[in-house]
T-cell receptor, first 112, second 115 residues
Framework: DQQVKQNSPSLSVQEGRISILNCDYTNSMFDYFLWYKKYPAEGPTFLISISSIKDKNEDGRFTVFLNKSAKHLSLHIVPSQPGDSAVYFCAAKTSGTYKYIFGTGTRLKVLA | EPEVTQTPSHQVTQMGQEVILRCVPISNHLYFYWYRQILGQKVEFLVSFYNNEISEKSEIFDDQFSVERPDGSNFTLKIRSTKLEDSAMYFC?????????????FGPGTRLLVL
């Protein structure tokens, strides 16, 4: 039951360039989406979120875009920095539930 | 900045033994959660807890699991009789409200290894 999918297991980007991480979902009832960053041996760290009533949310170098018709969201990191190297998870939930449904993660490597 | 803490960071146990994983949520948060991540797999929801009751649980959270808030600060996950397949990273999380746009904040995790 893969309601949230991250089809790219890994991504390498040069420092200073844009990183684009993608996430697709199948459940049209999802109304809140989040991106978490995870370093090895640490818990997921919240990065940015977006409600289904919006199509874009920006916080510093991080921007999340939501395309509801395509059931797709993406995280843009500009400019990418070596410290951004981590595994990025997208997660989604519906308003009728407490649980987050996570994707499988994309490992981002930012090359100096 | 307030954060969720978990102890122990690592736990090794024999199959069939009971383990208790401990969490201290962010102090003004009212909703508590456990998730797990089996090595190489995605993070999976186990249970949510509010007002001293389970509010939601997944199919993974069967009778061998239980949660408790024994005092005003700790939130525990007990696995009564561990199995090999319980080996995973267990994350505790907490949130302030259950509003749609409420973010869950995660602890660093406990790595459980069942031998």
């Amino acid at each position: 039951d893969q309601q949230v999918k991250q089809n790219s297991p890994s991504l390498s980007v040069q420092e200073g360039r844009i990183s684009i991480l993608n996430c697709d979902y199948t459940n049209s009832m999802f109304d809140y989406f989040l991106w978490y960053k995870k370093y090895p041996a640490e818990g997921p760290t919240f990065l940015i979120s977006i409600s289904s009533i919006k199509d874009k949310n920006e916080d510093g170098r991080f921007t999340v875009f939501l395309n509801k018709s395509a059931k797709h969201l993406s995280l843009h990191i500009v400019p990418s920095q070596p410290g951004d190297s981590a595994v990025y998870f997208c997660a989604a939930k519906t308003s009728g539930t407490y649980k987050y449904i996570f994707g499988t993660g994309t490992r981002l490597k930012v090359l100096a | 900045e307030p954060e969720v803490t978990q102890t122990p960071s690592h736990q090794v146990t024999q199959m069939g033994q009971e383990v208790i994983l401990r969490c201290v949520p962010i102090s003004n948060h009212l909703y508590f959660y456990w998730y797990r991540q089996i090595l190489g797999q995605k993070v999976e929801f186990l249970v949510s807890f509010y007002n001293n009751e389970i509010s939601e649980k997944s199919e993974i959270f069967d009778d061998q699991f239980s949660v408790e808030r024994p005092d005003g600060s700790n939130f525990t996950l007990k696995i009564r009789s561990t199995k090999l397949e319980d080996s995973a990273m267990y994350f505790c999380a907490s949130s302030d409200t259950r509003a749609v746009q409420e973010t869950q904040y995660f602890g660093p995790g406990t790595r459980l290894l069942v031998l």
